[in-house]
């Protein structure tokens, strides 16, 4: 009973390299989400998913691009990193209709770019 | 703009005494409200939410929140604290809409002294 597994959990980048941090959901989640934590900024909302096929944008969307091609994956891309990307980037999912139902979130991937 | 404020970004308590973490919301129509505690390079682990079935929500860990209207409040409590409790808490709210998006506070590191 894996929930939520994101892959990488650390990573070390140079400025300007690419690289994609992938989520995977095995409870059949319609829903999906990537954030960003930052200290003293709480977690904030780079993009969404409602269902397979599509994406939305967050709070801080700049400089990241998702897709979710399949339904028990969302993946986050980086396509020129820069150091202000420096952070921990979480993965969470929830089913429809959502209501009171809190979202479940992995462990975190550790990122930095020097 | 729809917002969640937690006063105090470090709070920090004898092991023992009462914990008290403040969390309020913006808007006047009550969202859906939750806390969710994070231990050092860990994931985001839920600890209770309002379900408006009692104001008074008991979560896991002995802590408690208390969901006020008339101050747009969801205070988390725990009467005595254990230096297990050292963490980062962060309130967080859904409101209306379906696309389950939640928004969370700055986050409060709980620091429990001996």
């Known amino acids: 009973n894996a929930g939520v597994t994101q892959t990488p959990k650390f990573r070390v980048l140079k400025t300007g390299q690419s690289m994609t941090l992938l989520c995977a959901q095995d409870m059949n989640h319609e829903y999906m989400y990537w954030y960003r934590q930052d200290p003293g900024m709480g977690l904030r909302l780079i993009h969404y998913?409602?269902?397979?096929?599509?994406?939305a944008k967050g709070e801080v969307p700049d400089g990241y691009n998702v897709s979710r091609l399949k339904k028990q994956n969302f993946l986050l891309g980086l396509e020129s990193a820069a150091p202000s990307q420096t952070s921990v980037y979480f993965c969470?999912?929830?089913?429809?209709?959502?209501?009171?139902?809190?979202?479940?979130f992995g462990d975190g991937t550790r990122l930095s770019i020097l | 703009a729809q917002s969640v404020t937690q006063l105090g970004s470090h709070v920090s308590v004898s092991e023992g005494a009462l914990v008290l973490l403040r969390c309020n919301y913006s808007?006047?129509?009550?969202?859906?409200l939750f806390w969710y505690v994070q231990y050092p390079n860990q994931g985001l682990q839920l600890l209770l939410k309002?379900?408006?079935?009692?104001?008074l929500v008991k979560g896991i860990n002995g802590f408690e929140a208390e969901f006020k209207k008339s101050e747009t409040s969801f205070h988390l409590t725990k009467p005595s604290a254990h230096m297990s409790d050292a963490a980062e808490y962060f309130c967080a709210v859904r409101y209306s809409g379906n696309t389950g998006k939640l928004i969370f506070g700055q986050g409060t590191t709980l620091q429990v002294k001996p």
């Open positions: 808007s006047s129509v009550p969202p859906y």
């Open positions: 969470a999912s929830i089913d429809r209709h959502p209501g009171n139902q809190p979202q479940h």
């Open positions: 309002y379900t408006s079935a009692a104001t």
């Open positions: 998913s409602v269902g397979e096929g599509t994406t």
